[in-house]
């Protein structure tokens, strides 16, 4: 039986709300220029971060009166996690590469700003909590639930995934991260076009964010594990 990918938003309604984004992350920027990042991370200034990607779909939708099931909180097959973490295991590869290629240059991974960040933390469970926790959601809900099924509506899924990733990865606003967030992005995108749910994204992007942070944050309690 062929799955019904049909949603009630155009990719004019995708654009206003990367329009809206943009916006969001320009004050956002602002607030981060007047308060240091390690600061900003342990403060309510961190659920406002996250909530910019929530905000342009609450009022795209109350706007057109879209019911949230569009989002595809649904039923999925538990063979989609299967999928999943295999698609996983392939972006980990390209982002290991990528990684290596930024060590040989003498550039810092991402990986290091977030072991810099938590070593300015007083208390990094909160960091912890929004990061693992309540991203995954509000990110899977834009990017996927709304951005790539616009897309996909319109120039095919194919299309579709290269577009929501690569707002997935600009909205980060880490040039150093670009790559490895749009190969992530790109996996995410393809397992919800394959699940036609957006509940195998939201696991699979929590695993990935909870075992990063939790990883980091053990190396900045416990360096000797570090190799040098």
């Not at 659920?47 to 990607?53: F, G, K, M, R, T």
């Not at 996690?81 to 290629?101: P, Q, T």
Request: charged share 10%; proline share 4%; net charge neutral.
């Amino acid at each position: 039986m062929e799955q019904d990918f049909s949603v009630p938003w155009t990719v004019l309604d995708n654009w206003i709300g990367v329009a809206l984004l943009i916006l969001i992350d320009v004050v956002l920027l602002v607030i981060v220029s007047l308060k240091p990042a390690h600061q900003l991370a342990q403060s309510a200034g961190i659920v406002l971060a996250e909530l910019a990607y929530l905000l342009p779909v609450v009022a795209i939708f109350a706007w057109k009166r879209i019911s949230w099931k569009y989002v595809r909180f649904s039923k999925f097959n538990s063979l989609a996690l299967g999928l999943g973490c295999g698609l996983l295991v392939g972006a980990y590869l390209l982002v290991l590469l990528h990684n290596v290629i930024l060590v040989a240059l003498g550039v810092d991974t991402q990986g290091q700003e977030i072991l810099d960040l938590f070593n300015q933390l007083d208390s990094p469970g909160w960091f912890i909590f929004m990061g693992a926790i309540f991203a995954p959601l509000v990110e899977e809900i834009f990017f996927r639930g709304f951005l790539f099924q616009g897309f996909r509506q319109k120039y095919g899924w194919k299309i579709g995934i290269v577009l929501s990733s690569f707002v997935f990865a600009a909205a980060h606003l880490d040039p150093v991260a670009f790559i490895p967030t749009f190969v992530l992005g790109a996996a995410l995108a393809y397992l919800y076009h394959r699940s036609n749910s957006i509940w195998p994204g939201v696991i699979l992007h929590f695993s990935v964010n909870a075992v990063g942070l939790l990883g980091a944050y053990l190396a900045t309690q416990f360096p000797s594990l570090i190799p040098l």
